[in-house]
């Protein structure tokens, strides 16, 4: 992986070699970027470029024998840790290494959902265990096979668990000539003793500008479609692939089912839709509910009279007018939102999904078909 090949990220790219150049490669670094944002491939490029036997003003040279075995990620001295889902087959990271290494050649932008899916292991607990920390403190402590720097790069340190505490001492005092790369999301949700003891990267998210370029340069969208897209991502590269490859297409039309559903007031339609969501992995759901979020808004905009605004496509606008219209006002839309983002937090948390979904769907029926709006009501899915 160059620097090259990386969506945006140039003043990420520049100080990651000016490190290298000035030689204050600090050995354990926090890479803390969005989802989407690019964190983990800096992190390869990052770790390719550290050991390139050639480097050139500003990337890898991609061809010595160090990038050659970069590029395929089979370099002796290039480790992997991420968060893998356990099962009667599966009981370590290694066991899934070559998937680990087709998914980030394939595509190296990906989130746990993709990660999941890949491994066809749907809904169940991600995590980084014990074993898998001991893997990593052993692979440390061998001497490098052939590199000048040995580097772990651990994705999603947010999965380890408390047994996370036995890499401080790996982190407090790494062997000699080593390097330990951690790619999260969510600051809030690593250990603190790990945080505390590296060094913090901050990867701002992608610009709108630079994923619709991206999309117009990967896929054959219309105009709209791009600026849409391009809107809607947020900064999250997955996610705009994902409009772009229709997946989320698919969730505009679950979206609206849902709240047409809510305004019939269709019981059963209702529960047998909350026991289909109930059934997606974690990460679909959230990513479901961020886009109803989405969706919701650009409602918002179309009944303040500013449809200019709005950045949805065509039949998505179509639509959006209409329910803004006929189902929805400025307060039912607040009501859902803060519905909506209430169950993306409870299912962050592990609630059970079949009582969380249909307890939201008897809350649109409430907001949209009866205009009752819930408030300060303490809600409870564990
Ligand atoms: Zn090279």
């Known amino acids: 992986m160059q620097f090259k090949e990386i969506i945006g990220q140039q003043a990420v790219k520049a100080l990651l070699v000016q490190n290298v150049k000035e030689n204050r490669v600090s050995h354990a670094q926090l890479f803390l970027g969005d989802e989407g944002s690019g964190a983990l491939p800096l992190a390869i490029a990052y770790a390719q470029y550290i050991n390139c036997l050639n480097k050139q003003g500003s990337d890898s040279c991609g061809i010595c024998a160090s990038c050659r075995k970069y590029e395929k990620l089979i370099h002796p001295d290039l480790h992997f840790s991420y968060p893998f889902f356990a099962s009667k087959d599966v009981k370590s990271a290694l066991a899934v290494l070559p ?47 052939e590199a000048d720097v040995k580097v772990v790069i651990m994705w999603l340190p ?25 790619v999260s999301q969510q600051r809030d949700a690593i250990l603190p003793t790990i945080l505390s003891r590296t060094q913090l990267l901050k990867i701002p998210k992608l610009s709108d500008d630079e994923i619709k370029g991206y999309l117009s340069q990967n896929f054959s969208l219309t105009d709209a479609q791009i600026e849409s897209y391009g809107y809607l991502a947020d900064g999250n590269l997955i996610e705009a692939k994902l409009m772009a490859t229709s997946s989320v297409n698919s969730h505009f039309q679950t979206f609206t089912d849902w709240l047409r559903l809510g305004f019939r007031n269709d019981g059963l339609a209702l529960m047998n839709f909350s026991e289909e969501l109930a059934g997606w992995g974690r990460e679909s759901q959230k990513n479901f509910l961020r886009y109803g979020i989405h969706f919701l808004r650009e409602c918002a905009l179309i009944l303040n009279g500013a449809e200019e605004l709005v950045k949805l496509p065509p039949e998505a606008l179509e639509v959006a007018k209409n329910l803004s219209t006929k189902v929805l006002n400025t307060a039912s839309i607040e009501a859902l939102v803060s519905e909506l983002d209430k169950a993306c937090f409870h299912v962050e948390r592990n609630a059970n999904a079949k009582i969380l979904f249909l307890d939201v769907s008897l809350q649109i029926v409430k907001i949209i078909k009866f205009n009752s709006l819930p408030s300060g009501i303490q809600y409870i899915y564990n």
């Open 99 to 145: 998937e680990w290494r087709n998914m980030v050649l394939e595509d190296a932008y990906f989130n746990l959902s993709i990660w999941q899916n890949k491994l066809s292991a749907e809904k169940k607990q991600a995590n980084i265990n014990r074993a898998e920390c001991h893997e990593i403190i052993k692979k440390m402590s061998l001497k490098a096979f």
């Open 158 to 182: 947010e999965y380890l668990e408390n047994d996370g505490n036995v890499l401080l001492k790996l982190l407090e005092e790494p062997p000699e000539n080593s390097l330990f790369l951690l």
